[in-house]
Every structure is written in C-alpha cells, then in structure tokens.
C-alpha cells in the first residue's frame, strides 16, 4: 500500500519493526547490563569473603586472647599461691632468722637472660686499667692501711651512717624502677659515698647512674651489668652528678612495683641513649656536661672475681683484688674469719662497698631479720637473677653470730625502709 506521496507504509500500525543495527546496539547494551551486574555480584562476593574472614580472624583473635588472658591468670593465681606458701613455710620454721611479709610484686624463677654483644677490645682494657691501678702507689697504701688495722680494733658493731653522718648519700635509699640497674645505681651510690668521705663530709653531690647506664660502652644497660666497670668507667672518664637537683637525673619510673619485674626492662632500655650535650634544663651549677664530671682516683675490686673477655663467656681473666692479695701474701690460704676481718677494715676505712648476691624467690618477701636462702635445698633453683646492693656495716645478733647491714635499690617501702640484714 503506498500512501499519496508514494511512500510504502504498513499496514500494522501497533508493530514497530528494528532494524538490524538498533538489533545489535540492544544486544550489546543488554551485553553489558549483564557484565556489568555480574562484575558487581563477583565484588559484593569477594567482599563478603573478605569480611567473612576478618570476621573470622577477629573472633579467633578474641578466643586467643580470652585464653591467653584466662592462661596468664590461672598461671598467677599458682604462682601467688607457691609465693604465700613459701612466705608461710619461711615464717613457721624454727630455723630461720627472719621474718618475711608476702610482696605481691614477688616473682618465681623465668628465664629473664638477654644477650648483649660486649666490647672486647674496651673489656681489655678495662682489665688493664685495673692491673694497673693495683700496683699504684694509692692502692699499695690502702693495702698498707688495711694491714696495719689491728685486728682487735674492729668494733662489734658498725654502720658508715654513724660514723659520717655528714655525707647524706651513705644515707640514701635509691629506686632502681624499671630498669636492671642495680650495678649502676649501687657503684655510683659507693662512689658518692666515698668522695664525699675523702673530703670530710664538703663534697655532697649524687652522682649519675644513668650517665654510667647511658654512655659507658661496657659497664652494661637496663638489663644488668658490672658495678666494677662502673668504678673504673668513674674513675677514667668521670661521671656527673644526679639526684632530682643534679645535671642528668635518674629518670626511670618506679611505679612498677617494689622492685619492677625484668620484664619490663625492655621498655626503660628503649628510651635509653647516651647525650652529653648539656645538663637537664634549669640546672643551677649552669655549666655543661663535661665540666660537671667528678672522676675518682682509682678503681679495684675486694672480692677475687674473673672477667670475660670473650663473647660466649669461657674466657674469663683473675682480676687483682685485695683478698687475693692477702691470700698470696699471708702464711697459708685466708680462712673465714680472715676474710670478714678484710671486709670491715674495708668499710670502717674507706667506707661502703658494692655486694653482688643472688637474688632468690624468698629475698623478694624480705621483711625483717637477718636474711639466709631458705630453704637450703633447690637454692640454686630459686634464683631469679644476680643482684648488687651496698654493705654499709656489720652487727652480731644475740648468739653472737655476725650479720652485714646492706642498702638495697628497691626503695625504702621494701625490707627494713629499704635495707637487709644479711648472714655472713
């Protein structure tokens, strides 16, 4: 049918006919609805696992926690009733010579060791530094003085807080906090103790065991050290002063416990680097740090001891020490009561001396009385860690047995207002 213009048109009005091209752009948009559709099904699935699975792990992470938390307490729970029991057996038996009270930041034995690479080659000469302050003429007249102390002149009782009542570090009971400084803080404590002694109570000054801690490469860090190294760190490069008022101040939180366990030691060590660019701000001497330094004359040990002077700890050299000496030179070996003699006329000349210990399980429950391991047996297994604490004196208790008078650095609420007795 043709209309009047000659144009074909179709009969079917209702039916509109495609063409083959608008055929083919409606396939492919129906093409692409479909990928597109089927590209957000295949994200939205993707994303579902991936929720599904951080939903997964956060659960497992909270069921580990829970466990590991309920494990931790379970594990605390045994170890504060071992602790208690300890305590209870200690102050129940007929053998013991002190008191203990339960110290609920008491620890058992843990394997708190850490490894730190040493300097060899300053060890080395730290050792020869101390052979050679052995033979000086300083220390050959100490050893005169020690020998010429008759000795029936030795009193039954003594405490260096009596004798220098002047010299206010003798008197003080530091805070080691978190940090294994005990080496430091009771050599530098020694230190300020005796320089002030040889000045006849004018030189009052703390000084610094984080300056020992901080910038002396061998005395040791946070986790321990050497209290020897420490005098001879004082007595070659000089320390500065500390205290609340002095230009490097010990800053290390005590708020971790009496005493803070090793296991936060980590924590103090990482703040730990050594600056000797100026004095903490507002120090009144208003010098720097190099002119603040007090050095000492010189350095030895009283005990004989070996020092290592290989990574792995088997090579160890005998140090010079002043009971050695009396040992080579007296007629025959030192027997005990030599040796304490040694250790008194030590203290009541030249004042107090560093004590290295072991710290077991019990010492940390310490409250009074006259301090021995017990009991005897598995002491070995009950030590937590080596300790220094500082012998200030001596007594004899009622069956006329002698005692040592030593200050702690756990702060003045442990112990008798931070002090022990120990046995001899």
Known sequence: MKSSSGQDVSTNAGVHFISPSERRREDNSSDVGFFIKRRWRCIFGVLSAILMTAAVIVVCLIVFMVLM??????????????????????NSASDVRWKARFNPFGIRVQDFSHKSLKNLTAIKEYIAHLERFFDSPKMKEHLKELEDFPDSKLPRHFDAREKWPLCPS?????????????????????????????????????????????CCAVCGNCFGGDPLKAMVYW?????????????????????CGTPCTPEIYGIEQQKRSCR???????????????????????????????????????????LPSVIGYFNKTSKGNLDRDKIRN?????????GPTTLALP????FLHYDSGIFHPYPKKDFENRIIYWHVVRLIGWGHDSEDKL??????????????????????
């Open 69 to 90: 938390s309920e494990a931790k307490r379970r594990a605390k729970t045994e170890e504060t009733q071992y602790l208690k029991g300890l305590v209870d057996i200690i």
């Open 170 to 214: 003798i008197h003080q009971i530091p805070n080691q906090g978190g940090c294994g400084s005990c080496y430091a803080v009771a050599a530098m404590t020694v230190a300020a103790d005796r320089t002030c002694i040889l000045s006849n109570g004018t030189k009052k000054s703390q000084l610094s065991a984080l300056d020992v801690i901080e």
């Open 359 to 362: 710290l077991t399980e019990e």
């Open 235 to 255: 007595a070659l490069e000089g320390v500065v002063t500390g205290g609340p008022d002095g230009c490097h101040p010990y800053a290390v939180s005590s708020e």
């Open 403 to 424: 005692y040592w008078i030593a200050a702690n650095s756990f702060g003045e609420q442990w112990g008798e207002n931070g002090k022990e007795k120990l046995e001899n």
């Open 276 to 318: 000797r660019d100026k004095c903490q701000p507002g120090y009144y001497r208003n010098i720097n740090y190099e002119e603040d330094k007090q050095k000492g004359s010189i350095a030895y040990t009283l005990f004989p001891r070996k020092m290592s002077i290989d990574q792995a700890g088997n090579k160890r050299i005998m």
């Open 342 to 350: 040694i250790i008194r006329k030590e203290l009541i000349t030249v």
